[in-house]
């Protein structure tokens, strides 16, 4: 599941590991399909996001515990930021976002990435280590690519999505956005 790995929304997606591969589209035109099943690496979704939070598991990145959709707060929007530790727009958003965490404190924030732990860990550690600490915030590896089968495939990282304490979904924008926008529409 390489090709999901991609940072930003360029045309040539760009992998953690610095090598470019072409779109879904340009990679079908050459790319021979006999011998394995694309129904297991490109899972069918919408191209609109789940409008309820659906059933989820990840896992803390520090601890490896898992979270699920019962974990989350049901008295506060929670923000789910689906991101790539290689996408300038993904370290620009998070340092941003370090830079207002009072006025981020009545939300709950899950940051997202399907990459290798040590890539996430690094991310944090470079960019946002405050943020990554604080008490409403939690960094979740997605190692089953649950957010991509169950919630959304974006076409541009960072991702988010904002969702009620009701669990339905209130906002949602790929790639980059004013960061005064991003904190008003997690209030929404």
């Known amino acids: 599941m390489a090709g999901i790995l991609y940072s930003c929304g360029d045309n040539n997606k760009t992998k953690t590991d ?12 050459n790319h021979d399909h ?12 919408s191209s609109e996001p ?9 896992y803390q990145l520090r601890s490896g515990i898992r979270v699920t959709n019962e974990n989350v ?3 506060k929007n929670t923000v789910f930021i689906l991101f ?3 996408c300038s727009h993904c370290q620009h958003e998070a340092i941003e976002l370090e ?4 006025r ?9 990435s399907m990459n290798d732990p040590a890539l996430v860990l690094g991310f944090f550690d470079s960019f946002a280590p405050k943020l990554s600490k604080a008490s409403n915030v939690e960094v979740l590896i997605d190692k089953d690519q649950t957010f991509i089968q169950k919630i959304h495939v974006p076409t541009q990282f960072p991702a988010n999505y904002v969702y009620g304490a009701d669990g339905k979904l209130k906002a949602h924008w790929e790639g980059e956005k004013n960061i005064n926008e991003a904190i008003s ?4």
Do not use: W
Not at 99 to 102: I, L
Not at 104 to 112: G, P, R, S, T, W
Not at 185 to 188: L, R
């Open 18 to 29: 610095g090598t470019t591969m072409p779109t879904q589209e340009a990679a079908s035109e």
């Open 34 to 45: 006999a011998g394995h099943d694309h129904g297991q690496t490109a899972p069918t979704q």
């Open 50 to 58: 789940a409008a309820i939070l659906p059933n989820f598991t990840f």
């Open 73 to 75: 707060a049901k008295d």
């Open 84 to 86: 790539d530790p290689g």
């Open 99 to 102: 830079k207002n965490m009072d």
């Open 104 to 112: 981020l404190k009545d939300v709950n924030i899950y940051y997202i």
């Open 185 to 188: 529409q997690f209030h929404k």
